[in-house]
């Protein structure tokens, strides 16, 4: 099995650095189809990259693409600007060479002034977007923060979730089997109650650093050789 820790640091190309903001699950599926990589200090900028680009190693996710590839990946996030001087509709703020979310663009340091923007998400038809800290809903009330999604390396289909429980002086994450979700909305909703997933083990593995495949660090989603995957 593989961990995927939301919030590990992101690299890709030779000198690209980021930060796995979300993973995006397919209800339907069971599957994680993509992560959520934003650029260090780009915010709006974030990209959807298909779980099969993605390693995963102790702390880290490392992307199979190069930085230009990586820039031509569907948009997560865009930045608009309402209102902008020149423009009938919101703009979206897009540096040069950047795969754009449709619509009109404009390079930020073109407007002289933006009253007012906002970032918003992208997710795909039919999908969900997960982030750390995201709460967790039993039946009978919340049993704390989504840390991790824990997954089948084959399939992609999601095994558990890792949720933190406790205080930071008695803190433990669980792994709570994916069988047991009811469904997503302002959170994620599971069909058990806060006492039987106190009842759950605490998760050791998870301490590790995000990687509990038996291959050890460096292990790939893929076996194929390096390349971009069409998106």
Not at 54 to 63: E, H, I, M, P, S
């Amino acid at each position: 099995m593989v961990t995927l820790v939301i919030g590990s640091e992101a690299v890709y190309g030779d000198e690209g650095r980021g930060e796995m903001l979300a993973v995006v699950v397919d209800p339907a599926a069971r599957t994680v189809t993509h992560v959520v990589v934003e650029p260090a200090g780009r915010r709006g900028l974030a990209r959807l990259v298909p779980l099969d680009l993605a390693d995963f190693t102790q702390g880290q996710v490392r992307l199979r693409c190069t930085e230009a590839e990586f820039e031509n990946l569907d948009p997560a996030e865009e930045t608009l600007a309402e209102f902008a001087l020149g423009y009938q509709v919101p703009v979206q703020l897009l540096p040069p060479g950047w795969r754009d979310a449709g619509g009109p663009t404009a390079e930020g340091s073109t407007i002289m002034r933006i009253p007012e923007k906002e970032t918003i998400d992208i997710v795909p038809e039919g999908e969900v977007e997960e982030r750390r800290g995201d709460p967790v809903h039993a039946t009978d009330g919340d049993v704390g923060p989504l840390r991790a999604v824990r997954i089948d390396p084959g399939t992609h289909q999601v095994t558990h979730l890792l949720v933190s429980q406790g205080h930071l002086w008695a803190h433990k994450d669980v792994a709570i089997p994916f069988g047991d979700v009811a469904g997503f909305g302002d959170g994620i909703r599971l069909s058990i109650t806060r006492q039987q997933v106190r009842d759950l083990p605490p998760d050791a593995s998870s301490r590790s650093g995000g990687h509990d495949s038996p291959e050890g660090p460096g292990s790939s989603l893929r076996d194929d050789p390096p390349g971009r995957n069409p998106h």
